[in-house]
């Protein structure tokens, strides 16, 4: 299957900083990326859909100006977590699809603690 | 997305066949059906996804009912390693909404 990475896996910030995570497709080019995070035991929650070269979509619930979303090349996406607060602690995981109806590649997720 | 149903969890033997059921009952004609993996603390893996017919590749096999109302995901030899949440998705477009997903535990 198709490679993603996420950089860094771990991360542990102080409360007020932002922090950038970078999503990356090794060997395909992903025309969509897709944020999601996880809490503890729980399953994952769609946070917002990029497409190249556009704005990202965002759930419903989720801030626009608080998780920033970049998607730039086809290869690479990035979210930065702005003014970060303990409860933005959680796994941030990426994905990447070659398009509507492709199935969808999954990173291997970043964890976020907010101190 | 049409909302799918599993029981949250059940385990195998080790080197026996795995079948983990879903029900989709209000699934649109359009909808596939997906079936992703997670290990702990890992990012979800794709397994397989099917739209009508049966289909298999080197980790799966999936099974639609002709009325496509539910479907099953076949694990040939389950392994340890194949220990995870399995998650069964209906979705039509690249959104995927993850329920709770099956436990699946692998026994020696």
């Known amino acids: 299957g198709a490679v993603v990475s996420q950089h860094p896996s771990r991360v542990i910030c102080k409360s007020g900083t932002s922090v950038k995570i970078e999503c990356r497709s090794l060997d395909f080019q992903a025309t969509t990326m897709f944020w999601y995070r996880q809490f503890p035991k729980k399953s994952l929650m769609l946070m917002a859909t990029?497409?190249?070269?556009?704005?990202?979509?965002?759930e419903q619930g989720v801030e626009k100006d608080k998780f920033l979303i970049n998607h730039a090349s086809l290869t690479l996406s990035t979210l930065t977590v702005t003014s970060a607060h303990p409860e933005d602690s959680s796994f941030y995981i990426c994905?990447?699809?070659?398009?509507?109806?492709?199935?969808?590649?999954f990173g291997p997720g970043t964890r976020l603690t907010v101190t | 997305d049409a909302k799918t149903t599993q029981p949250p969890s059940m385990d195998c033997a080790e080197g026996r066949a795995a079948n983990l059921p879903c029900n989709h009952s209000t699934i649109s004609g359009n909808e596939y059906v997906y079936w992703y993996r997670q290990i702990h603390s890992q990012g979800p893996q794709y397994i397989i996804h099917g739209l009508k017919n049966n289909e298999t590749n080197e980790m799966a096999s999936l099974i639609i009912t002709e009325d496509r109302k539910s479907s099953t995901l076949i694990l040939p030899h389950a392994t340890l390693r194949d220990t995870a949440v399995y998650y069964c998705i209906a979705g039509a477009n690249s959104k995927l909404t993850f329920g709770k997903g099956i436990t699946l535990s692998v026994r020696p």
């Open positions: 990029s497409n190249e070269g556009s704005k990202a979509t965002y």
């Open positions: 994905s990447a699809s070659l398009g509507a109806g492709w199935e969808q590649y």
